[in-house]
């Protein structure tokens, strides 16, 4: 706890917590190397990850339910036993390692807080079973209730508190111990939207002043996006790919992870040569950065790049369509539209000016630099 | 309208007086039990004052004593036993859930929708050739508290599996993330959460212990008579008001146990 104080101190005084306190002592690297997990005959939960995770980074494990990722982070926790593969944090071999002797902690889905003991009590258990003194005991539980900024929380029992301050509880009662890795399997999920948010925003704030390694499992591609340093994508128990969220989100390694993240302007390429492809849409012209060999794949768009009427600069590949629906969300206006029969969706920003009406026949503008080719 | 709320209330006071009605039939043989142990005559049929003097009497039976003694030894032995054995059962039968292991359960419930005496007859022959073949385990207490356990062991079981079923399971886990060793989980986990659990399941396995005739009666020896052994061969020769004065004693004890279990099984909710 002193390390975690010396750490807040330091952010609080100059504010340089971003960069100072990443190289802090506790933070440790994980390398995974072929980790391997089946349930039964035919569950597999894991086919093979290889995954390096930076000491004082906000990782974050994301994909569908039964992707493989919550089984990962209990591998990594070691409330798991991976049936093969290689597993060190911090340097440290710990693939034989019970749970209870690893210098790992947890946020769990359900929180898991005692109820046999009051709030403080709860603070103290990691403490109290790795046999330290009382009065260190008593000393770290009040630093970490001041940081978490618990309050009259700490007298209280477990069944008086709210969902969010479980949350917090939660939070406090695995970092009071200085993990060197901090594990949090969907913490945010029980939440309503409004505290949800605001927490994603704190608890990425937290990871950032104590500069310790968190590794958190979502399955919401903008919660991921929102608090992470880098994103792994997985599916069928395999990693799709890992990147910042920008790399992920904007150059997704296959049509599975653009899926995933939300994009629904995915054409199949039926053949390409050059800088050229043929799509469903029609002919359209990529940047020469694009070119690939082999004509398979997608060509993803994302629907905020799109242009509609007005001015199309003459690089622009052009596109007529029809507007089949309109939906006025606030900030943005969503377009779905109809291009040779093939939906094609469009985001603009609400900057106040002419919206199309529904059934309007539309010139439809794509920067080559825009268009991404995908995998299959 | 009228008519309807006419008819609900007359509803409802039917079933009040069914109510009572069921509540007399059950507690007016108590009642009567318990009224007649402080009567000053000797006589059931009329009440002629108030005296303790049954339960005077009653304390200078050496027979009684001796028979009160043998059935708190009786019903704390074994609820202990079963307590630990009974605790084992319903923790593994929690750890093994999701395995396939209804048929076990069943064996380890018959004893209950076994009938007492089939149960009892059972375990005397049972004790009987043991003891022939072997020379241990004479016919007594110790014959006695091994059968008393085998019918309070399910009971124990259930309440302590249906009370870490009620249990979010990571807390298992979070026990095990925040340091714990298999030993401290024991002593700092688990223990405390079934603490209400166990309370409750000690007094139900007392009470059954002290409520038994039949099975008792079966695995007994000629020294270990318990008070309804005694009360059972005494009534041969009448209903004294001293048997009311030990019924009524054992109708409070046995009220404040089953008490005891029902409050501490109560106090479940996570």
């Not at chain 1, 969706?345 to 009406?357: I, S």
């Not at chain 2, 018959?110 to 149960?119: E, K």
């Not at chain 2, 005494?234 to 004693?249: C, D, M, R």
Request: hydrophobic share 45%; net charge neutral.
């Amino acid at each position: 706890m002193t390390d975690l104080t010396n750490t807040v101190n330091t952010a609080d005084r100059a504010e340089v917590a971003d960069t100072a306190s990443r190289d802090r002592r506790g933070a440790s690297s994980i390398r995974m190397q072929g980790l391997r997990k089946q349930f039964g005959r035919d569950a597999i939960a894991l086919a093979g990850v290889d995954l390096d995770i930076k000491a004082g980074e906000f990782f974050t494990l994301l994909g569908p339910s039964g992707c493989g990722k919550t089984t990962l982070l209990r591998i990594l926790a070691g409330l798991e036993e991976a049936d093969d593969g290689q597993l060190t944090i911090g340097g440290k071999d710990v693939i034989d390692m019970p749970p209870h002797r690893r210098s790992v902690n947890t946020v769990f889905q359900s929180y898991a807080l005692f109820p046999h003991l009051s709030v403080r009590d709860n603070l103290a258990f990691g403490l109290r079973m790795r046999g330290e003194p009382a009065a260190e005991r008593n000393r770290k539980v009040a630093e970490v209730a001041e940081f978490i900024k618990l309050g009259p929380l700490v007298e209280r029992r477990v069944d008086q508190l709210s969902g969010g301050q479980k949350q917090r509880i939660a939070l406090a009662r695995a970092l009071v111990c200085e993990p060197d890795v901090l594990l949090l399997d969907e913490p945010l999920s029980a939440l309503d939207a409004g505290l949800r948010g605001q927490l994603q925003v704190e608890l990425q704030r937290l990871q950032k002043r104590l500069g310790m390694t968190f590794v958190f499992v979502t399955h919401d591609q903008d919660e991921a996006m929102v608090m992470s340093d880098r994103i792994a994508v997985l599916d069928s128990g395999i990693i799709q790919q890992v990147g910042t969220p920008r790399e992920v989100y904007e150059h997704p390694a296959n049509a599975f992870v653009a899926r995933f993240m939300g994009h629904d302007n995915l054409f199949a390429i039926t053949a390409s040569e050059d800088n050229w492809v043929d799509t469903g849409l029609g002919r359209l012209q990529l940047d020469p950065a694009e070119q690939r060999d082999a004509p398979d794949g997608w060509l993803l768009i994302r629907p905020e790049t799109l242009e509609l009427g007005g001015n199309i600069p003459a690089d622009y590949n052009r596109l007529e369509g029809t507007v089949e629906e309109r939906l006025y969300r606030g900030s943005r206006i969503e377009y779905r539209l109809t291009v040779n029969d093939h939906p094609l969706t469009a985001v603009a920003g609400n900057l106040g000016q002419r919206m199309h009406d529904v059934g309007d026949r539309v010139t439809i503008g794509l920067c080559p630099e825009d268009l991404v080719r995908v995998a299959a | 309208m009228r008519k309807r709320t006419l008819k609900r209330s007359s509803l409802r006071r039917a079933l009040t007086a069914f109510w009572w009605l069921t509540l007399i039939f059950l507690y007016l043989p108590l009642a009567v039990v318990v009224l007649f142990s402080f009567n000053a005559a000797n006589s059931a049929a009329r009440l002629t004052g108030f005296s303790l003097r049954w339960y005077h009497q009653l304390l200078g039976n050496e027979q009684i004593i001796e028979a009160f003694g043998n059935t708190l030894i009786l019903a704390i032995c074994s609820s202990v036993i079963a307590l630990a054995i009974g605790c084992l059962i319903g923790y593994g039968m929690y750890r093994h859930r999701h395995r396939k292991l209804g048929w076990l359960i069943v064996l380890i419930y018959l004893p209950i929708v076994l009938p007492d005496i089939v149960f009892g007859i059972s375990e005397m022959a049972f004790f009987v050739q043991f003891h022939r073949l072997t020379g241990l385990l004479q016919p007594g207490l110790g014959t006695m508290v091994i059968a008393h356990v085998t019918f309070q062991i399910p009971f124990v079981a259930l309440i302590v599996y249906s009370r870490f079923v009620g249990l979010d399971p990571s807390l298992f886990e979070a026990a095990k993330d925040l340091y714990a060793t298999p030993l401290k989980r024991v002593i700092h986990f688990m223990l405390p959460t079934l603490k209400p659990a166990l309370i409750s399941a000690f007094f139900l396995s007392f009470t059954l212990s002290v409520d038994d005739f039949v099975i008792s009666f079966f695995t007994a020896g000629p020294e270990s008579a318990t008070l309804p052994i005694y009360i059972w061969s005494a009534i041969k020769k009448g209903v004294t008001p001293e048997i009311n004065a030990i019924a009524t004693l054992m109708i409070g004890a046995v009220a404040l146990a089953a008490m005891i279990s029902l409050v501490f099984n109560r106090q479940r909710k996570v």
